[in-house]
């Protein structure tokens, strides 16, 4: 059955919970719709997709590991020079290690092979080949999972309350 985008209080994405959890957060007064799929559980009361928290939950900051899969992940498997999708992308150092770029989020993106090979030991600016999206570290491995959902075609509606999903 469906899930449901769980917001704080603050609007920020939260988790990701059973639509039953959240039907009980919301009948609980603790939490309030903010968007439904226009279907009712019963009447007046819609099947919620997304609900807020009425009260500011803290939350400790989880780091998401920068591997392979993870940046693949990030940049939806697509070339960040070209667009393309193709099979055979490599990861590529916007600055390159050569010339003093480092292992971060923000300086590795996915990139399909010609594109690699054709930037070579160049900057972005150099080869004349702008980034499609600035990288940047996700905010975090719930805005993975929520990425995850939406790019699946399903929960378009959660898009919006995601910063930087693209
Ligand atoms: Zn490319």
Not at 77 to 90: F, I
Not at 148 to 163: A, M, S, T
Request: glycine share 8%.
């Amino acid at each position: 059955m469906s899930k449901v985008l769980v917001l704080n209080a603050s609007y920020e994405p939260l988790n990701i919970t059973s639509w039953r959890r959240a039907v009980v957060l919301v009948i609980k007064g603790k939490a309030e719709q903010v968007e439904h799929n226009g279907r009712v559980i019963y009447a007046d009361f819609p099947f919620p997709t997304v609900i807020r928290l009425r009260h500011y939950v803290r939350v400790p900051y989880k780091e998401i590991p920068l591997t392979r899969r993870n940046l693949l992940h990030r940049d939806n498997h697509t070339c960040q020079y070209c667009g393309t999708g193709s099979e055979g992308l490599t990861l590529d150092h916007v600055v390159p290690r050569s010339r003093g770029g480092g292992d971060s989020w923000e300086n590795i993106v996915t990139a399909c092979v010609r594109c690699n090979v054709k930037k070579g030991s160049r900057t972005p600016k150099e080869a004349s080949m702008p980034l499609r999206n600035p990288p940047r570290k996700p905010h975090s491995s719930l805005y993975f999972e929520i990425a995850r959902h939406v790019r699946g075609g399903v929960h378009q509606e959660w898009r919006k309350y995601v910063i930087g999903l693209n």
